[in-house]
């Protein structure tokens, strides 16, 4: 029978793996890691904080798409927590930790991973009903999106854990890896393999329907006059997660084929060399996400600009809405659910509408 370790401390393990954790991580190098890894995670924090608060306050983005959007900002707002966490406890210091106190690090990382993906497959789902019935957004209810976000982050904590429940080498010594040495080789195969898996099916999904939304809307336009921005919506929403999905495959890719050499024990890949520069690669995606959010999106980098600015036009606008334009009019009888084909004979109406105005001016 194998003899179990639960009561050592992580040295024991990372002697045993021949994991160097010193060299990489001392003097000037630290210091500038820990400076970088601080105001990334500083920016993660209040990026992702205003894209949430974004959502909440404007009501055009209260639809399924948006709140998902604010779920996966609230992913990557869990990822800067877990960033910060990881700062503190590696280098020379992961070999002071516990066993329990690794597997909390580790964990926050596969939790905030997960949280991330499983948010784009459902995204991925929802733009599917959607598009695929020619509409800007789904019929999904206030309920029925709360059980996915409930579910999403269920999933991430449940795989977060799972080396901690079992799935690790304290009672196998031999099967431990190397970048992580007390998880198992075994289940960095399975978690690298099943990640890339999903990275594959998802951007196969995303091109399917991006092509088809495209197809679609040149079909329609050379049946109508509506105005250009209107015919144009569905595509930008598709261009907008397909850039975040872009992002997300390139930046945590590397570091999940790292994982799966370490899982087939290939020592001669030179893996220790990349970890930490793979780490921050993965780092740097919870960084771009607001910024993809904002500069493909007007309306929302307006809405956080607004609050970043705590800018006195609010009532001024609020007086205007009772007066609504024809054209925030049509925009917001299009989200509610009507079909694209509609939308854009909608615009053209509004359009007139809105010459018929000048003209009697």
Not at 184 to 212: A, D, K, P, Q, T
Not at 279 to 289: D, T
Not at 335 to 353: A, F, L, M, R, V
Request: with cysteine; glycine share 6%; charged share 15%.
């Amino acid at each position: 029978m194998n003899e179990c370790y639960y009561d050592k401390r992580m040295d024991f393990f990372y002697n045993k793996t021949n994991t160097d954790t010193v060299d990489e991580w001392t003097g000037p190098q630290l210091i500038v890691v820990l400076c970088f890894g601080t105001f990334f995670c500083l920016f993660i924090f209040i990026s992702n904080s205003l894209v949430i608060a974004a959502v909440v306050k404007n009501k055009r983005f209260h639809f399924p798409f948006y709140y998902l959007l604010a779920n996966l900002a609230a992913a990557d707002f869990f990822a800067g927590i877990a960033y910060a966490f990881l700062m503190f406890n590696t280098g020379p210091v992961s070999k002071t930790l516990t066993v329990n106190r690794w597997f909390l690090r580790q964990g926050l990382l596969d939790t905030s991973l997960t949280a991330s993906l499983v948010n784009l497959l459902v995204i991925a789902v929802e733009r599917h009903m959607s598009i695929m019935r020619m509409k800007i957004h789904s019929n999904l209810t206030k309920k029925r999106v709360t059980f996915l976000i409930t579910s999403i982050w269920a999933i991430a904590i449940f795989m977060g854990a799972v080396p901690t429940l079992g799935w690790n080498c304290l009672c196998d010594i031999t099967a431990c890896s190397s970048l992580a040495p007390i998880y198992s080789r075994s289940y960095l195969v399975f978690w690298s393999v099943l990640n890339l898996v999903v990275f594959f099916i998802m951007v196969v999904v995303y091109i399917r329907i991006y092509m088809y939304v495209q197809r679609k809307t040149n079909v329609l336009s050379s049946h109508t006059s509506g105005s250009i921005s209107r015919r144009r919506t569905p595509v930008k929403l598709m261009k907008t997660v397909m850039t975040l999905l872009g992002a997300f495959v390139v930046c945590w890719t590397p570091g999940l084929v790292v994982l799966l050499l370490d899982g087939l024990n290939c020592t001669h890949c030179g893996i220790q060399n990349v970890k930490r520069w793979f780490l921050l690669l993965a780092l740097l995606n919870s960084v771009m996400n607001p910024i993809i959010y904002s500069y493909k999106d007007d309306e929302m980098w307006g809405t956080m600009k607004k609050m970043i600015c705590c800018s006195s036009e609010d009532k001024s606008q609020d007086r205007r809405s009772s007066r609504i334009p024809s054209a925030v009019l049509c925009r917001s009888m299009d989200t509610s659910g009507h079909y694209i084909e509609d939308g854009i004979i909608q615009g053209t109406i509004c359009g007139k509408g809105d010459l018929d105005d000048k003209g009697n001016s």
